[in-house]
């Protein structure tokens, strides 16, 4: 999800009991702050699907990753999985939430990860598709934070990437990195449309 805003992962994450202390990972140039969840028994494997995610963004894309992400996890169903970088008060602060119903698959809108595989597999891909909208910002802010960007995508270009990229443009922009990043491919104006959302580039991605 990406429409959510910066103040509504900051609602779930204080709406929580409390998380664990912070624990600090570094990776492909990017330090991970987690934030683990009490009580939260895929708080592990979404820590190590998130590492993941980034390698595999990086090796892929060669795109300028955050220096820093923080991740939030949670068992709470009503915990959002959303990205942002946009932190209260304007600051730039790349910030992941993962919840509860990463246990359940089914329970998630139909995309790119649901295709992607089960378990750590799934929720890797999640991780990637929020990681393409943090880059998706870091690409173009002003189109990403605009109500354009809120609006239905190319009908006929979604329904070529999956159900959830007819969303709207940030989610299509974020459906189609995914599917990229994992070696799918797709037809010139799928992803042409891509780029005139300011999909995230970089000199071999994602051509």
Not at 91 to 117: C, D, E, F, H, Y
Not at 155 to 171: D, H, P, T, W
């Amino acid at each position: 999800m990406a429409e959510l805003s910066a103040l509504d992962l900051y609602k779930s994450v204080h709406s929580q009991k409390g998380f664990q202390k912070v624990e600090t990972h570094a990776l492909s140039g990017v330090i991970i702050k987690v934030h683990r969840g009490f009580s939260d028994p895929l708080a592990d494997n979404k820590v190590i699907a998130l590492r993941s995610a980034i390698n595999r963004v990086v090796r892929r894309t060669g795109l300028r990753m955050p220096g820093e992400i923080t991740l939030y996890t949670s068992s709470d169903l009503t915990f959002v999985n959303v990205a942002f970088q946009r932190a209260i008060g304007g600051a730039q602060a790349a910030s992941i939430g993962l919840g509860g119903k990463l246990a359940n698959p089914m329970s998630l809108p139909v995309g790119i990860a649901t295709g992607i595989g089960t378990g750590n597999a799934f929720i890797e891909a999640v991780c990637v598709h929020e990681i393409g909208h943090i880059l998706h910002e870091m690409e173009n802010p002003e189109f990403f934070w605009s109500q354009e960007a809120n609006e239905l995508p190319n009908g006929k270009m979604a329904g070529q990437v999956s159900m959830y990229a007819g969303n709207n443009k940030k989610e299509y922009v974020a459906e189609v990195f995914t599917a990229l990043v994992y070696g799918q491919t797709f037809s010139a104006p799928v992803i042409q449309q891509y780029v005139d959302y300011w999909g995230p580039r970089s000199t071999r991605f994602p051509g």
